[in-house]
């Protein structure tokens, strides 16, 4: 049965590092549940305190309504999975995912019939007398995946999961672990600094930034209102204009800024005259105005440095009052912009988010 995982106030340091700074959270029953970051900001520590690896110094965590603090890892019902996978190599497929459901003192047949279902799940199926070591870095992280899955747990707990395997990989990974999610409704708990795995699967994500939860949010609102530059250039990409508000009023700002008067129409934060704000601007806001057709309330002269066609996209490198800003061209025609060139950039007021500094 799944079960839903609180933090209250919990903290843990070691020596002087404040690993996780006081963090309150409510992970819902069932949720596929992302906690995003840079190296270093607490992520594992996190995951760790929720396995049960590490007691929280201060605080509490909570399944369900019970008061975990105290009940060993083994007790509290929840399947990890490693970055490094962390297979028992000498052991066969069968084996590494039997362990826990020996652990759990299960029968011959019953345990026989999960490895059956979990390597199943995984798509896996033909692999249950192989040696693990023989086994290619995809094909282990699903058998990780389904030593996880095999014992039913209340938390599924993922570690940087397939942030070994390569591109294509990765992206498959990602539909089939979004499609286990689909199926088994675990409570799944999910650490990485990949933005695109974070954006592609969770339900909501937390962004963590030195110990301390900045913002928690669906990946939608975390990408289009950002609570901070910090979060808006570490999910996805994003260009900084700085200035100073010039009017606020009504969800609604003009400021002055080094490439002129930028208009918005997505103010959330609290803003008055004479506010420095740096104004974050997705790539794909910029929009590339030859002809002057566009009704974009905002308009930038811009100098274009360089050109990186990609086929279904093309990016542009570009200068405008000395800052360098990166524009997302979809759908190339056949025309073609080179370095040097002046162009016009519209940029409607809904796409330009003005971020207290
Ligand atoms: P990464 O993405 O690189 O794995 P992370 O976000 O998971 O990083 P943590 O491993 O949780 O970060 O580390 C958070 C902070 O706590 C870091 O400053 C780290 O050096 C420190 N830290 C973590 N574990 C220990 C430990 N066992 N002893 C001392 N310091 C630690």
New binding site residues.
């Given amino acids: 049965m799944a079960v839903a995982v609180e933090l209250n106030h919990v903290t ?1 340091a ?2 002087t ?4 700074n006081d963090v309150s959270l409510k992970i819902e029953k069932g949720e596929f549940f992302f906690l995003l ?12 305190i929720v396995a049960g690896f ?1 007691k929280p110094d201060t605080g509490e965590l909570r399944f369900d309504d019970t008061v975990v603090n105290n009940v060993p890892p083994h007790q509290r019902n929840t399947g990890m999975v490693f ?1 490094n996978y962390a297979l028992w190599p000498h052991m066969s497929v069968a084996e590494n995912i039997e362990y826990g459901l020996t652990l759990r003192k299960l029968e011959k047949p019953e345990r026989q019939e999960k490895i059956a279902r979990a390597l199943e799940m995984v798509q896996m199926e033909d692999y249950h007398d192989r040696a693990v070591n023989t086994l290619s870095g995809g094909q282990q992280q699903r058998i990780a995946l389904a030593r996880a899955l095999v014992i039913e747990p209340s938390v599924l707990l993922l ?2 999961p397939i942030s070994n395997l390569d591109a294509a990989l990765r992206q498959q990974m990602r539909d089939e672990i979004k499609q286990i999610h689909d199926r088994t409704n675990i409570t799944t708990f999910y ?3 990949d933005q695109v795995d974070a954006l592609s699967m969770a339900h909501r994500m937390a962004i ?1 930034q030195d ?1 301390v939860i900045v913002q928690v949010g669906t990946p939608r609102e975390v990408y289009q209102f950002p609570k901070n530059a910090f979060v808006a250039s570490f999910i996805g990409e994003t260009n900084f204009i700085s200035g100073k508000v010039q009017h606020a009023a009504n969800g609604t700002a003009t400021i002055e800024t080094p490439v002129g008067t930028l208009h918005s129409k997505t103010v959330y934060h609290e803003l008055t005259q004479g506010t420095s704000v740096q104004c974050s601007i997705r790539p794909e806001a910029l929009i590339v105005d030859s002809n002057g057709s566009s009704s974009a309330e905002n308009r930038v002269n811009a100098t274009v440095t360089a050109v990186n066609y990609l086929g279904r996209v093309e990016e542009y490198q570009l200068i405008a009052a000395d800052i360098p800003l990166k524009a997302v061209h979809y759908n190339p025609g056949t025309e073609a912009k080179k370095p040097g060139d002046i162009i016009q950039l519209a940029i409607s007021a809904e796409m330009v988010v003005p971020l207290p500094d």
């Avoid at 970051?37 to 760790?48: A, D, E, H, N």
Wanted: proline content about 4%; aromatic content about 10%; glycine content about 14%.
């Fill in positions: 843990k070691f020596d590092t404040l690993a996780v970051g840079p190296s270093g900001c607490g992520k594992s520590t996190f995951l760790r590490y970055q570690d940087e650490v990485t600094h963590m110990g």
